[in-house]
T-cell receptor, first 114, second 112 residues
Framework: DTGVSQDPRHKITKRGQNVTFRCDPISEHNRLYWYRQTLGQGPEFLTYFQNEAQLEKSRLLSDRFSAERPKGSFSTLEIQRTEQGDSAMYLC????????????FGEGSWLTVV | QKEVEQNSGPLSVPEGAIASLNCTYSDRGSQSFFWYRQYSGKSPELIMSIYSNGDKEDGRFTAQLNKASQYVSLLIRDSQPSDSATYLCAVMGARYGNKLVFGAGTILRVKS
């Protein structure tokens, strides 16, 4: 069973540019989550999908952020017009929704906005 | 008040000692509790989950849950330098839907 896969692992972008991250969850996991983590803080929830439906989105998430999971498998997180405050590790996670709903994280995608 | 609170540390223990990490949560209806370990620059790795009051042991790790007092703890026996990391407590419950809410983590340093 392969784990959660994220791409790219590192991204450096200039302020104002758009960036997109991809996540491939553990196969047959129907729930997929995006979190953001900055230094010294725990992961902060951004959004989550059950299959292709986006069921919840954090109120802290600005309109510049959008996420999709078009076929209920992989997901993308796009950040438009990046700002320096967007610099963080973006974590994708998945779960089967069964047996306590244990959530497994990918290796994360580091974003640096310069 | 934060939803999940942890002492940021660092907690320093000598090699071979027991490390005790604590976490309190605000929502009395929380049902599922998780401990994740995170090495510097890496993503969180699940160590333990616990759902009912009492102790749950897995190797050198023991998770303890007390719902009446709204705290959960993680004990690491025979601590090793490789245990040095940030330990994140996470909670799931009806108030939060199907997502985890994390504390800020406790930094553990095991000195050889």
């Amino acid at each position: 069973d392969t784990g959660v896969s994220q791409d790219p692992r590192h991204k450096i972008t200039k302020r104002g540019q758009n960036v997109t991250f991809r996540c491939d969850p553990i196969s047959e996991h129907n729930r997929l989550y995006w979190y953001r983590q900055t230094l010294g803080q725990g992961p902060e929830f951004l959004t989550y999908f059950q299959n292709e439906a986006q069921l919840e989105k954090s109120r802290l998430l600005s309109d510049r952020f959008s996420a999709e999971r078009p076929k209920g498998s992989f997901s993308t997180l796009e950040i438009q017009r990046t700002e320096q405050g967007d610099s963080a590790m973006y974590l994708c996670a998945s779960s089967s929704g069964q047996g306590g709903n244990t959530i497994y994280f990918g290796e994360g995608s580091w974003l640096t906005v310069v | 008040q934060k939803e999940v609170e942890q002492n940021s540390g660092p907690l320093s223990v000598p090699e071979g000692a027991i490390a005790s990490l604590n976490c309190t949560y605000s929502d009395r209806g929380s049902q599922s509790f998780f401990w994740y370990r995170q090495y510097s620059g890496k993503s969180p790795e699940l160590i333990m989950s616990i759902y009912s009051n009492g102790d749950k042991e897995d190797g050198r790790f023991t998770a303890q849950l007390n719902k009446a007092s709204q705290y959960v703890s993680l004990l690491i026996r025979d601590s090793q330098p490789s245990d040095s990391a940030t330990y994140l407590c996470a909670v799931m419950g009806a108030r939060y839907g199907n997502k985890l809410v994390f504390g800020a983590g406790t930094i553990l340093r095991v000195k050889s």
